[in-house]
């Protein structure tokens, strides 16, 4: 049995942890921060008998932990250039990602479906699994959306088909990785806080159809420019364009990227184009992703926190009607807030920038619609309600990631929500 040294303890390290020492390995792991979650963390694995203490640090990241391992385990948030794993490069250390970890370990690893893209990644592997069930096969939906791939090892058997949201920070450090069915919903600015350019970023996105083969599937999106050079440089897979795929791109024309890529996948497994559609029309979408929370006094409150992008800002715009009022901001990622200005021109009413980004907000957006900077966010939902017209509505797209304030879109997400239940209730 092996000695891994994991390093990063929130969901992905977690599972990673509890997978290796299900198969009896011996498991290290260091983690930078300190806090009550990590602290919360290493108690609750240490209770399970997943780790010793002694095995585990909190705080920092020692040559001494690293240096006792034969592999080494990162998760998503672990940037490349980051010192645990230039200390396993020194030591010529094999550095994997949880990705890679659960792959290796996955009795259906020939029958995964991958979902990558800028934007519409939920959305995507959503609707393939309602899919994949409603014709009665065993679908198991996750990583990236929520629930990491590593624990769903215990529960993947032979004959499941496993549906994977995939970030471009997961795919940096594949090996051997191969889905059956690989889709790349689009490509814009982002992470480019975590990518040094787009060149970098696209590469990483990339890597998904790496190792596919002649017998496996490429899905691309033909609308998407740098998609559309992309396809002319594949070797190995079958390249389809989702969105012409048999007849869905001109009898469904109606439907969007996200709606025929995963019928474009669901199909290649077998499933009725009826059955698609119903899965379709009976669709409610996902939490924090164009969310319908309350309408208060004829003010309809939306909750898209998973919109993390410029271009995911930019999908909720052009997916609503006018009269918005706009809470848009947190940690920037990269991007251009000035190619929202048509939208924000037509649509928006007011614009509430928070977090860090507010600069950046006001030098795309300034002078096309009035800005306010909040100074909580709080106060952002509380201006907001007192902003919106009676028909019109508050906006949460933030165009940005969450950790200036929030440890994750989805706490975002529950806090917006929480605060507007405090407003209905004080009316």
């Known amino acids: 049995m092996a000695k891994v040294v994991i390093v990063g303890l929130a969901k992905s390290g977690i599972e990673a942890a509890r997978l290796l020492a299900n198969r009896k390995n011996t498991v290290f792991i260091t983690e930078l921060k300190n806090d009550k979650a990590a602290k919360k963390s ?15 640090e909190l705080g920092a990241h020692s040559d001494k932990f ?10 998503p948030g672990v940037r490349r250039d980051s010192l645990p794993i230039k200390l396993a490069e020194a030591k010529k250390i094999p550095v994997i990602t949880e990705l890679e970890l659960a792959y290796t370990m996955c009795p259906a690893s020939t029958s995964i479906i991958a979902v990558t893209g800028t934007s519409g990644k939920t959305t995507t592997a959503t609707l393939i699994g309602q899919m994949l069930k409603s014709s009665g096969l065993d679908a198991i939906v996750c990583g990236n959306i929520g629930n990491p791939f590593s624990g769903e090892i215990n529960r993947i058997k032979k004959d499941s088909i496993v549906v994977l949201e995939v970030s471009s920070f997961q795919l940096e450090l594949i090996d051997k990785f191969k889905p059956k069915v690989s889709i790349m919903l689009n490509i814009s600015d982002n992470h480019l806080d975590r990518h040094k350019d787009m060149h970098e970023y696209i590469s990483a996105k990339c890597r998904i159809f790496l190792n596919q083969d002649t017998k496996d599937v490429l899905f691309l999106n033909k609308n998407d420019e740098y998609l559309r050079e992309i396809a002319a440089a594949v070797k190995g897979p079958q390249v389809e364009f989702f969105n012409e795929y048999k007849d869905f791109g001109q009898r469904h024309s109606i439907l969007n990227e996200d709606f025929l890529a995963a019928m474009s996948a669901a199909s290649i497994m077998g499933v009725d184009e009826n059955k698609m559609l119903e899965v379709i029309r ?22 898209d926190s998973k919109a993390t992008t410029v271009s995911s800002v930019g999908w909720a715009l052009e997916s609503l009607e006018k009269n918005i009022i ?32 507010r600069l950046q907000i006001k030098k795309g957006l300034g002078g096309v619609k009035p800005i306010f900077e909040a100074d909580s966010f709080s106060q952002a939902v509380s201006k907001g309600f007192k902003r919106a017209k009676k028909g019109g509505r508050v906006l949460l797209s933030p165009g940005c990631s969450s950790f200036d304030m929030f440890k994750s879109y989805e706490e975002r997400g529950k806090i917006f929500k929480e605060l507007i239940n405090e407003i209905r209730k004080s009316k």
Do not use: C, Q, T, W
């Open 42 to 56: 290493r108690d609750l694995l240490i209770k399970e008998g997943v780790i010793k203490p002694e095995n585990i």
């Open 66 to 75: 690293i240096k006792k391992s034969d592999y080494m385990v990162v998760s």
């Open 282 to 303: 009976n669709f409610k979408g996902i939490e924090h992703r164009l969310e319908h929370v309350a309408n208060i006094n004829g003010v309809e409150f939306i909750n």
């Open 326 to 357: 706009l809470i848009i901001g947190g940690r920037y990622k990269g991007g251009d807030f000035g190619l929202l200005k048509p939208l924000v021109e037509k649509k928006v009413d007011y614009i509430i920038s928070i977090g860090e980004a």
